[in-house]
């Protein structure tokens, strides 16, 4: 009896399996293309290659054909990395199993950390289903989803060190040397440290006798912590400039105002309602429980709903943030109250909780990656870029027709082009926005917008071919200009040249042939 209870408890997944196993397999099977839609993966990759080849770090540009080359702050340089060696191993879908697997263990960790014996097993599953499915607004196949990983586990360390007397904070200066060469996320760890070290400087002042003396030991560690990381931060291709890249980019107005991922988050768009709801969620919680939020919670819950509110890219770490508060405030208010409907709730989760405590090992989810990496190397499972919405069909055919010169592109189609066919091509720009600055992007959006002076922005980079969206106004535009001339369109990019001699063999190749679009392939042929 004993052997086969031992046998079951191996066999039945716990909660938390389940939600790695299905979070995992979704990203797997599904929804991972979307782990593609920013075509930045494709720029990380090459230059991590680079990285790889040359045996050093690049601080200047190596994608544009922009002279003089303009600095480069390659901030994620680890992370570009491990992504190109997962790319030289398993391909593109390679990369996209990876991320998911993070992404997948990130919340399996949280619900771990903010689940405990006393708590209601429905409630700490809904409330980590929620921060979960808020959490998607920002889940990319990109470099920040490093920061998510070390964000949890750095807030659960500080969470052990001040709630649970167990300290382990001395292996915070490794992880933070490991995590300012993967991402610019690092000043969130440097962020996390200074409210727990302000918390127990404002404990200390307030509080008395024994009290206080326990307040000035946890402040004092956190102070010499916060300065081993300090000095081991430093530890970078850049030095102390790398600690200056999150507010630089931070404060430049102009790439928080036109860039997606840093402006704020529209709750029009249907992927930002989870998150709407999580925060009136939060906001209802707040106002009717009893508990009283302790100085660190109020000043994480403040700054972490701003920057949450502020930039899209932010959303992430404030589910992350919220998840543990979140669960302290409602544990309590549900255990008070006593109704029917309460009733029958709490006994429901008894049940289940008997059940899910005597789930052991790692079965099920250890069998969902085995599974996934088994039907990836048997090509059942495979992700590219969407050729539906990136200029896959286009950038074929510029690597079999090579244009000559300097080109004008789309800042997305800039990072495709750089994972397909660079070093052949050259861009003009690509989605590190941040390196080209707002001198250079007001010149791409005067391009872009058609307006007045646009022409000498070609002139001054000496344009001899565009390649932009299909049906947007600059394309369209440049349809009734003379100088340009249509060379190839599909429904994803039209490739246009400017009418030199230098391009009049296109020209007069491409002059008469009617360009359609394959329905099958949505590909460009002539």
Known sequence: MNTSKKISSFLIPSIVDIIFISLFLLLAFSAGKDLLGDVDTGYHIRAGEYILNTFSIPKDDIFSFITPTLPWTAHEWLSEVIMALVHKAFGLTGVV??????????YYLLYKMIKTDQDNIILTTFIILLVLISSQIHWLARPHIFSLLLTLMWYYLLDQYQYHNKNYLY??????????????????GFILLGIYLFGNGVKFITSQNAERDIYKKKAGFLGLITVACLFVSLVNPYTYHILLFPFNLVSNKFIMDHVSEFMSPNFHNLYAKPFEVLLILTLIVLSISKKVLNIIELIMMILF???????????????IIIAPILMKQTGPLLEKSNGKLIRFFKKRADNISEIDASARGYLWPAFSVVLVAALAAGN????????????????????????????????????????????????????????YGVDIMKEY??????????????????????????????????????EWELIYADKVANIFVKDIPENQYLIKKYRDVELVVDEDEEEGKT
């Open 97 to 106: 199993l990876f991320f998911a697997f993070i992404i997948s263990l990130v």
């Open 445 to 482: 959006l005067k391009v872009v917008t058609i307006k007045p002076g646009w022409e000498e922005v070609l002139q001054k980079y000496d344009v001899k071919w565009i390649i932009y969206n299909a049906n947007s106004a600059l394309s369209l535009f440049l349809m009734e200009r003379d």
């Open 305 to 319: 709903i701003h920057m949450s509110l502020y930039s899209v890219r932010y959303v992430p770490l404030f589910c």
């Open 380 to 435: 059942i499972i495979g992700y590219k870029f969407d050729a539906k919405t990136k200029p896959v069909a286009a950038v074929e055919f510029l690597k079999k027709e090579p244009l000559k010169g300097n080109m004008f592109d789309n800042d997305e189609f800039g990072d495709y082009i750089i994972y397909a066919a660079w070093p052949e091509y050259k861009v003009f720009v690509d989605g590190r926005s941040d390196m």
């Open 171 to 188: 292996v915070f200066p490794p992880i933070m040397l490991l995590w300012v060469n993967l991402h610019g996320g690092f000043l969130a």
